[in-house]
């Protein structure tokens, strides 16, 4: 059971998607403050239960993991200051240490839970595939599992209309070998995130995330 009002992080932001400007959030930096505390010590909360089976995190501190509100302007059209949710990525060494780790959004009607190549570098995808394709069954024993399918469905991501090249089309896993981006992603209600069981809720969906982040992990260096 979880003690942080996570209620209060939604309606922050839910303001904040209203008035993203900067006074407007001068104003309210002390709202800000508030729900950042909150996030922060739900996450190391989550942390804590997480180092029961994820080697490398114990000891590690949510401001480790948790991304700036505020965002990078220099390359975007879109000018407004803050983003509109809080995020974390829990992973061995922190959130910048280039390890696949546990992804959280919390974002009002859209929080999500997720892990895996997101914005996938042509080599991370070369070496994934290569593993696909010289072990089929290995893939197939993590995303056909019962648990992995009730938690997130199947594997998400872009893809390919064709099999990528060199590839044949007709090879068992030639559906995954297709994606060009390899992430699983929970979403979870509101009324899920404000419920005193969220926290068992999302480490629980951590543990049905984990043999797959282990194989990312083995396959690509």
Known sequence: MSSFDLRVVLDFLSDLALNNDRPWFAEHKADYEEARLIFEGFVDEVIRRLSAFQDGIAGLKAKECIMRIYRDLRFSKDKTPYNTWMTSVIAPGGRKSGRFGYGLRLTPEDTMAGGGLWEAKSEQMA???????????????????????????????????????????DHPAIEILKLKQVHVVRSFSDEAVCAPDFADSLVETFRAMKPFLDFLGRVIS
């Open 127 to 169: 070496a994934f595939r290569r593993a696909v394709e010289r072990d089929p069954q290995a893939i197939f024993a993590l995303t056909r599992s019962p648990e992995f399918l009730r938690t997130f469905g199947g594997l998400k991501g872009e893809k390919l209309t064709k099999a990528p090249q060199g590839y044949a089309s």
